[in-house]
C-alpha cells in the first residue's frame, strides 16, 4: 500500500527534516544539497521563530532551524508556490540567521555561515535547467567572491526529469528530489528499491508513521487543507485580477477611441493640421484629455 502521505505539505516536511529522532535524514539531505566542506556529520535543531525585539519588528517563521557541528546556521523550508517577494523572503532570513550569531564585543571573524534551502514547488527561473541553483556574494563581472558566508540554495522540484534522470542513475540530490515528488505514491519497499540508500527507508519510515498514527495524520490533514485552501484562494485572486484587468483595458481602449476621434475632427474645424494617428497614440488618456480640453477651449473662444 502506498504511503499516502505527501512529504512536500509543510507538517510532514517538518516532520522530515526537523526531526530529532531523525537527524540523518537532516543530515543527509543538507550534505546532498550543500555538498559542504567538511561534511556535516551532527545538527542541533532550534526554535523556529524568531525573537521579536519590539512590536514593530518583523516575526520570523523558519521552517527549519539548525546548527551543525561546524558552527553553520541552517534553515530548509519548503514553499509550494512561487509567490511574490519569495527572493527577499530568503534574503532576509539569510542575513536575519547570520545578524543573529553577532555579540557585541566579539571579532565580526568569529561569525559562521548562515545558509538558506528553499525546496520550491514551482519553477522560479524558467529559461535555465538547472533544478539547484546556489546564490552567494560575488562580483558579477570578475566572480570574485566576497565571502560565502551568505547562501541561499534553491531546488526547483518541477524540473526533475524522471525520464532522462531515472533514480537509479541519479545523484543524492536527484534522489531526494525524486523522494520528495513521488514517495506519496510508493510503498516503503518500492522507494528502497528506486533509491537504493537506505536513508530512504528511514525517510519513508517517517511518512509511514505520519499516516499511522491518528493524531499525527489529523494534523497533516489539517496543513493539507490550510494549503489547497491557500492556493485555492491565489488562483482565484489572480482569475479575478485578469478579469478586472481584461475589463479595465477594455474600458481604457474605449476611452481612448473616443479621444482619437474627436480630436482630429476639432483640429479640423479649427483648421489646424491633424495629429497623426501614430503620434496621438504614444499619448497617455491624460494627456489625450488634456489636448481634447485646449481644443474645445479654442473652439468656444471663436465663437
Known sequence: MAIDID????????CLFGNPRHPAVAIHFLNSVLDPIPRITDVDFLETTSQRKNEDDKLLIFDVRAVDDQGRSLNIEMQSTKHAGLPQRLALYASSMYHGQFRSGEPYSSLCPAISVCVLGAVLFPHVPDLHLDFRLRNGRHNLVLTDDLQIHILELPKYNLRTTPPQNA?????????????????????????????FLEAAGV??????????????????KFETDQAWKIQEALKEG????????????????????????????LGLAESPSAVLETLEIPQLQQLLADLQAQLRDRR
Not at 512529504?7 to 517538518?14: A, E, M
Open 7 to 14: 512529504p512536500t505539505v509543510d507538517y510532514s516536511f517538518k
Open 171 to 199: 545523484r543524492p540530490l536527484e534522489k531526494w528530489v525524486y523522494f520528495l515528488r513521488y514517495a506519496k505514491n510508493l510503498t516503503p519497499e518500492e522507494i528502497i528499491g528506486q533509491l537504493v540508500d537506505p536513508i
Open 207 to 224: 511518512l509511514q508513521m505520519i499516516a499511522q498514527t491518528p493524531a499525527e495524520r489529523a494534523m497533516y490533514e489539517a496543513r493539507l
Open 242 to 269: 485578469r478579469q478586472e484587468g481584461l475589463a479595465q483595458g477594455m474600458a481604457a481602449g474605449v476611452e481612448r477611441g473616443k479621444y482619437l476621434g474627436q480630436i482630429p475632427l476639432l483640429q479640423n474645424l
